[in-house]
């Protein structure tokens, strides 16, 4: 049964940081890409950051360009996004994601639409002003 668990949420002040981790298991994991998504109270959910199987490619959203680091750790079969300059429209739940069919050439177009297969249950990011 694969499994994706998101830790790391909470409430922070602007301009705080925040280190969000996503374990994964049931699955092989350099096998899949795997992303960070986020959806806000009647928004739609966005593709925030997406990496590849090997780790040699990412994609962000525009804004979080900068700001958001996306990462693995194939050994542990963990992902991470490191977050800085949080801003109040950053707050949403955060939700990881895994998929076997993103090669690195269309990885972005996976991550913009967020079709993802396998989800997480989410993990709440609030940022106050």
């Known amino acids: 049964q694969v499994q994706l668990v998101e830790s790391g949420g909470g409430l922070v002040q602007a301009g705080g940081s925040l280190r969000l981790s996503c374990t994964v298991s049931g699955l092989t994991f350099g096998f899949h890409a795997l992303g960070w998504f986020r959806q806000a109270p009647g928004k739609e959910r966005e593709g925030v950051a997406c990496i590849s199987r090997n780790g040699k490619r990412a994609y962000y959203i525009d804004s979080v360009k900068g700001r958001f680091t996306i990462s693995r750790e194939n050994a542990k079969n963990t992902m991470y996004l490191d977050i800085e300059s949080l801003q109040p429209e950053d707050t949403a739940m955060y939700y990881c994601?895994?998929?076997?069919?993103?090669?690195?050439?269309?990885?972005?177009?996976?991550?913009?639409?967020?079709?993802?297969?396998?989800w997480g249950q989410g993990t709440q990011v609030t940022v106050s002003s």
């Open positions: 994601a895994a998929d076997i069919r993103p090669q690195m050439e269309d990885l972005d177009r996976y991550c913009s639409r967020a079709d993802f297969r396998s």
